[in-house]
């Protein structure tokens, strides 16, 4: 038994800055944070005593025969990709609901990626595990989206994240004295709208947008370099991230019609008029959570007027997707034709990062 345990992210700026159209002309750059909720795969191998070879269970229950069959997209990507010839079961939780801002869908394909190498004896690199999601999600599924919730996933952590037009990505940590840290994430307040959506629906029209949005997002693109500059300067209170929050979203409106609706015009407003100093809904738009930023003392008040809302509170995640549980000598390393199986090793992929310690093939102690 595999079990992957990846973050989800709140992205501040620069997003719509890395769709590849956009970056393949201009560049692009994000700047955010991982966070302590999570999604959890796990991974184990099935026995081969049922009529089905595979079960996937996330918000539905699949017993299918072969890959093709499967409807999950990821999973029926990766599988396919990673040629998965042996039976399996796949078990999704995840702390916070799907299809709601929070890069929940690339979460849970740098998860699978990183427990099903897991189960080859496989530590995939944090950068490895970026690109293969990207490109399972950009090509293989063909989605509509970005390329940074993959890396938020991976790495974890306070980021600015570089798109160069020349392809790949940068992680550069926003470096900030514990004190800073505690002071961003005390004036951030999450909370969820109640809508879902699909994210690439939203994000087709925006990169069909892209030509006639050039203004909007050089100018997003821009705050991410000024939201650096505030944060790193501690003389700045870090309630003025919101001023530039709120000109962000009202950008971020402007980019297509389906990015905001009543709901989440009149949460907004019902935050701002409480003593919010800005905020953004995350992610493609069309639902999911929202994000306000408010000064210490408003902080109660803009709650309050949120009350009907769930309200998540969270921390900075700075490990990224990890192993948490490798026990890789369990019923899979039995072939039922009564032959022993080869005793397996773990392999470390360059570059890759592990807590734990090495034996006999296995890591141990990965918590």
């Known amino acids: ?99 709601s801002g929070l890069g929940s869908s690339s979460s849970f394909t740098v998860g699978l990626l990183n427990t099903l190498h897991a189960l080859r004896g496989r530590m995939m690199s944090k950068a490895e595990l970026c690109n293969e999601a990207i490109r399972i999600e950009q090509e293989v599924i063909g989605e509509s989206v970005g390329c940074q919730d993959q890396v938020w996933a991976a790495y974890g952590g306070l980021n600015r994240i570089e798109f160069p037009r020349e392809g790949g990505f940068t992680v550069r940590p926003v470096v900030l004295g514990n004190h800073r840290r505690r002071e961003l994430v ?49 003389n700045e209170p870090v309630h003025r991230l919101g001023e ?35 905020g953004k809904l995350l992610g493609a738009g069309g639902g999911g959570f929202l994000a306000f930023v408010t000064r210490p003392e408003r902080r109660a008040a803009v709650c309050e007027a949120l009350r009907g809302l769930i309200q998540v509170t969270f921390e900075i995640d700075n490990e990224g997707s990890r192993i948490m549980i490798y026990e890789p000598n369990g019923i899979g390393a039995v072939h039922y034709n009564n032959q022993p199986a080869a005793p397996r090793s773990f392999e470390y992929a360059e570059g890759a990062l592990a807590t734990g310690m090495r034996t006999n093939g296995a890591i141990v102690n990965l918590s």
């Open 1 to 99: 038994m595999i079990i992957s345990r990846t973050p989800f992210r709140v992205s501040l700026f620069g997003g719509g800055t890395d769709y590849p159209d956009w970056i393949r002309e201009h560049g692009g750059a994000v700047l955010g944070m991982a966070i302590n909720k999570y999604c959890y795969l796990t991974v184990r191998s099935l026995p081969p005593f049922f009529e089905h070879k595979h079960r996937i269970v996330y918000s539905k229950i699949e017993q299918v025969r072969e890959t093709s069959e499967i409807v999950h997209p990821a999973v029926r990507a990766v599988f396919s990709e990673l040629a998965i010839d042996d039976g399996l079961e796949v078990h999704h939780d995840a702390d916070l609901p799907a299809r």
């Open 186 to 234: 005390a004036s951030l307040i999450l909370v969820f709208s109640g809508l879902s959506r699909f994210a690439s629906d939203v994000a087709e029209e925006k990169i069909s947008n892209i030509a006639r949005n050039e203004r909007q997002l050089f100018t997003m693109r821009r705050m991410v370099d000024q939201a650096m500059d505030l944060l790193l300067d501690e």
């Open 244 to 278: 530039m929050l709120n000109e962000s979203w009202m950008l971020k409106r402007s980019l297509a019609s389906c990015v905001s609706n009543s709901r989440i015009d009149d949460i907004y407003e019902a935050a701002m008029a409480a003593g919010a100093s800005g």
